[in-house]
T-cell receptor, first 117, second 112 residues
Framework: DADVTQTPRNRITKTGKRIMLECSQTKGHDRMYWYRQDPGLGLRLIYY???????NKGEISDGYSVSRQAQAKFSLSLESAIPNQTALYFC????????????????FGPGTRLLVL | DQQVKQNSPSLSVQEGRISILNCDYTNSMFDYFLWYKKYPAEGPTFLISISSIKDKNEDGRFTVFLNKSAKHLSLHIVPSQPGDSAVYFCAAPNQAGTALIFGKGTTLSVSS
């Protein structure tokens, strides 16, 4: 079974609709992240969470909200979807460590392809 | 302002030859770098990393070189295989230690 899972894998919605993307992990990591990928723009950070009570905005949080329901679950919501939120969305977890210097490896889910009409 | 830059959007290489993917960074405080590989319809997967205390890290066919004075790192794949065709992202942790900063990616195509 995959360590980081995302549901749904594909979603088509209409402008103005509220949708939720879900992420679950079995890696036991405290840190979780949501990114979006757009062609030519790489991966951009939307929100991140270092534990259940810690939620932080990333580079492009406008129009999004998140919920960390448990250590293993981190969901991303689009309250009122708009066409420029059409993108590929990735959830990730991290095995953050500070042994000597800051080091972090992130592990990504398979992604959710979202189309907003 | 991009702190991690991959200036080549694409690279085409023949099977068996060397692939060299480049990455530049602007913040001299960065001390750890990662490379990720991404196939279509899949999430990025961790490939190899390097700490700033080293100038080279090797893992099988993959070697990452770090030139701190030039703020430049490169990923070498030798020999290249068609299965290496993917998008490669360079990344570095931000100074606050809160997130990774990714480059825009380079699409590698290896032809047989």
């Amino acid at each position: 079974d995959a360590d980081v899972t995302q549901t749904p894998r594909n979603r088509i919605t209409k402008t103005g609709k509220r949708i939720m993307l879900e992420c679950s992990q079995t890696k036991g990591h405290d840190r979780m992240y949501w990114y979006r990928q757009d062609p030519g723009l790489g991966l951009r950070l939307i929100y991140y969470s270092f534990d259940v009570k810690d939620i932080n905005k990333g580079e492009i949080s406008d129009g999004y909200s998140v919920s960390r329901q448990a250590q293993a679950k981190f969901s991303l919501s689009l309250e009122s979807a708009i066409p420029n939120q059409t993108a590929l969305y990735f959830c990730a977890t991290s095995d953050f460590s500070t042994s000597g210097s800051y080091q972090e490896t992130q592990y990504f889910g398979p992604g959710t392809r979202l189309l907003v009409l | 302002d991009q702190q991690v830059k991959q200036n080549s959007p694409s690279l085409s290489v023949q099977e068996g030859r060397i692939s060299i993917l480049n990455c530049d960074y602007t913040n001299s405080m960065f001390d750890y770098f990662l490379w990720y590989k991404k196939y279509p319809a899949e999430g990025p997967t961790f490939l190899i990393s390097i700490s700033s205390i080293k100038d080279k890290n090797e893992d099988g066919r993959f070697t990452v070189f770090l030139n701190k004075s030039a703020k430049h790192l490169s990923l070498h794949i030798v020999p290249s295989q068609p299965g290496d065709s993917a998008v490669y992202f360079c990344a570095a942790p931000n100074q606050a230690g809160t997130a990774l900063i990714f480059g825009k990616g380079t699409t590698l195509s290896v032809s047989s």
